[in-house]
């Protein structure tokens, strides 16, 4: 190793974040943020990028990364497979967490609730606007099943194409939208010397309450 972990760190010293300049409720904040995000992340970071964390029957937490698709006043929606390990995750605990990084502003969100599929109208509207090659690998990929090498997962595209020869491939039932309904939003905003500001969104009895967080 080039330089020894122990030794890997970065001051963060671009920006604070207080309760005079954080509205009262976590949307406004967020969109704020993921827009100033999306000018300021430099590729490859994905702005919309996030981890996304569910917990299978057994209580064992599971994470990867997905792309965030649509966030209106109802939550955060991201797409993929219904069939693959975190679609069976979700039907059997509801329940999982987003951690947005945006290392060049030297901010996380991290963001917690309830997730339920969005309506299949919702996802085939998604999925229209997919390019071609992302909506045939939908059909194609049994996401998250072991399979044979590299030459299977090609034979089953060209199977694909060939069943959908028109170009037009439908919405597949097993692949969609779900939509994460927050009942927590945490904003951290990176300070010197590891002092950093955590303002913390609640939702209790349906309004929001903001607290501030020890680092
Ligand atoms: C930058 C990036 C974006 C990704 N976006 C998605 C996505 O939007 N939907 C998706 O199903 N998988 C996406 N993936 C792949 C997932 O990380 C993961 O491999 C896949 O969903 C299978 O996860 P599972 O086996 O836990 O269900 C993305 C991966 C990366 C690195």
């Given at each position: 190793?080039?330089?020894?972990?122990?030794?890997?760190?970065?001051?963060?010293?671009?920006?604070?974040?207080?309760?005079?300049?954080?509205?009262?409720?976590?949307?406004?904040?967020?969109?704020?943020?993921?827009?100033?995000?999306?000018?300021?992340?430099?590729?490859?970071?994905?702005?919309?990028?996030?981890?996304?964390?569910?917990?299978?029957?057994?209580?064992?937490?599971?994470?990867?990364?997905?792309?965030l698709?649509?966030?209106?006043?109802?939550?955060?929606?991201?797409?993929?497979?219904?069939e693959?390990?975190?679609?069976?995750?979700?039907?059997?605990?509801?329940?999982?967490?987003?951690?947005?990084?945006?290392?060049?502003?030297?901010?996380?969100?991290?963001?917690?609730?309830?997730?339920?599929?969005?309506?299949?109208e919702?996802?085939?509207?998604?999925?229209?606007?997919?390019?071609?090659?992302?909506?045939?690998?939908?059909?194609?990929?049994?996401?998250?099943?072991?399979?044979?090498?590299?030459?299977?997962?090609?034979?089953?595209?060209k199977?694909?194409?060939?069943?959908?020869?028109?170009?037009?491939?439908?919405?597949?039932?097993?692949?969609?939208?779900?939509?994460?309904?927050?009942?927590?939003?945490?904003?951290?905003?990176?300070?010197?010397?590891?002092?950093?500001?955590?303002?913390?969104?609640?939702?209790?009895?349906?309004?929001?309450?903001?607290?501030?967080?020890?680092?």
């Amino acid at each position: 190793m080039t330089q020894p972990l122990a030794d890997m760190r970065r001051d963060y010293t671009r920006d604070g974040l207080t309760e005079a300049n954080a509205p009262v409720e976590p949307f406004a904040l967020f969109t704020r943020w993921f827009e100033e995000a999306v000018k300021t992340e430099q590729p490859p970071v994905e702005a919309n990028a996030m981890t996304l964390a569910t917990v299978d029957g057994e209580g064992r937490p599971h994470c990867r990364v997905l792309l965030l698709k649509a966030l209106d006043a109802q939550g955060f929606t991201f797409f993929t497979n219904y069939e693959s390990d975190k679609g069976r995750h979700l039907l059997a605990n509801p329940f999982a967490a987003m951690t947005f990084f945006w290392p060049t502003l030297e901010r996380q969100v991290r963001i917690e609730g309830r997730v339920s599929k969005v309506s299949h109208e919702e996802s085939d509207a998604y999925f229209q606007v997919r390019p071609l090659g992302s909506r045939l690998g939908a059909w194609a990929s049994p996401q998250s099943r072991v399979i044979a090498d590299r030459a299977e997962l090609e034979g089953l595209l060209k199977a694909t194409e060939q069943r959908f020869s028109d170009g037009q491939p439908h919405c597949p039932e097993h692949w969609g939208g779900y939509r994460l309904v927050p009942e927590r939003i945490e904003f951290w905003q990176g300070r010197s010397s590891r002092l950093h500001d955590r303002l913390n969104y609640r939702l209790i009895d349906q309004a929001w309450q903001r607290e501030r967080l020890a680092p």
